[in-house]
């Protein structure tokens, strides 16, 4: 019993201790060159999603931690001005800021709605989507369906890992093979996707409300030139195919960072996804910014930055841009508001 009380006691001073780190900790992120930074309050993965994004690499940069008082209002407004963005967590996120900070999503959620056929399907794709389509007809992609433990083990560790370590590097949303074998314990199942006898890309999935989600995915050891084959394309059109095939409504595809110039959300909008307002129930951060700062201006004058409105139960857009001159945002019908910045 006191082994067991000092165990739970050191797990909540553990806990105290780590919350308190975040409360009191932040990262100044600037390129080695000087020309460009931002901070970070209370939340490290902050860090390597705004040097992406904000910066332009994660790699190329050089990351400073300090301290600071718990009320860092006067900090991180200065620290706004000084790079024209700073990040907090959405926990730690000071009340003189609160009202003002952008809730800054981490994901928004991409949705296909199913027609009925898959005639009817191809026919609402665009040019880019159609041409794959007939070179993974002609290279003669097919699927299977698996929930075989020993096959889900090899798909986490062959394909899901590295695909997504090589795509997205610490930026990766990652889940353990654990987390993977219960779904399919739950009912969740692996959709093979096979050019000849080559195993090439899979996609763990399982039925959700009115559909099906796609839930984890990967190519062939990560392997660029098995993506560019085909092998992620086919992917997506043999999941949209085996959905319409089984009657489903919907199709889930996850996330996407919340750019509508972002490759992901291009790449799944071009097979008909658009952004789901109530699938979006990912963290935020709590963002202020200064569009007028030269490096701000240029972040949105490239990132059209997607938003959740509460009030609206629609996205709202903050850009650099017009939205006639985002290519795509026309097709999204859930974005109720776009504010331009100059």
């Known amino acids: 019993m006191i082994t067991a009380k000092l165990r739970r006691l050191r797990q909540v001073t553990g806990y105290a201790w780590h919350r308190f780190k975040m409360r009191h900790t932040h990262w100044r992120v600037e390129r080695r060159d000087g020309s460009a930074g931002f901070c970070a309050y209370g939340e490290e993965r ?194 949209v195919a085996w959905s319409v095939e089984h009657g489903a409504r919907r199709l889930f595809l996850g996330g996407a960072a919340p750019y509508l110039e972002d490759g992901l959300l291009v790449f799944k909008s071009k097979w008909g996804a658009r952004l789901d307002f109530d699938a979006s129930d990912f963290n935020v951060w709590r963002v202020l910014t200064e569009p007028a700062h030269p490096v701000c201006r240029a972040f949105l004058a490239t990132h059209s930055v997607v938003f959740k409105n509460e009030a609206a139960k629609r996205f709202e857009v903050l850009s650099g841009l017009a939205r006639e001159e985002v290519n795509g945002a026309e097709q999204h019908a859930q974005i109720a508001e776009w504010r331009r910045v100059n």
Not at 156 to 183: I, K, N, Q, V
Not at 204 to 220: I, Q
Request: aromatic content about 12%; glycine content about 8%; hydrophobic content about 45%.
């Open 46 to 239: 902050a860090v390597v999603h705004f040097a992406r994004y904000y910066l332009g690499s994660a790699d190329d940069v050089v990351v400073r931690r300090g301290w600071h008082r718990g009320d860092f209002t006067a900090h991180m407004r200065a620290m706004t001005r000084r790079y024209g963005l700073a990040v907090a967590s959405d926990q730690e996120v000071p009340a003189g800021v609160a009202a003002e900070a952008l809730a800054w999503p981490w994901l928004v959620a991409m949705t296909i709605t199913l027609p009925a056929t898959m005639a009817e399907y191809r026919r609402g794709l665009n040019d880019s989507a159609q041409a794959d389509v007939k070179r993974i007809i002609k290279q003669g992609f097919r699927c299977e369906v698996s929930r075989d433990a020993a096959k889900a083990k090899e798909f986490y560790h062959r394909y899901y890992l590295p695909s997504m370590t090589s795509r997205h590097g610490a930026d990766a949303y990652l889940f353990g093979e654990e987390d993977m074998l219960a779904l399919l314990m739950e009912g969740a199942f692996l959709l093979e996707v096979w050019r000849g006898e080559e195993w090439v890309s899979a996609v763990l999935c399982r039925h959700a409300a009115e559909g099906v989600a796609m839930l984890r995915l990967g190519w062939r050891n990560g392997d660029e030139d098995v993506y560019r084959q085909g092998a992620v394309a086919a992917l997506y059109w043999l999941t």
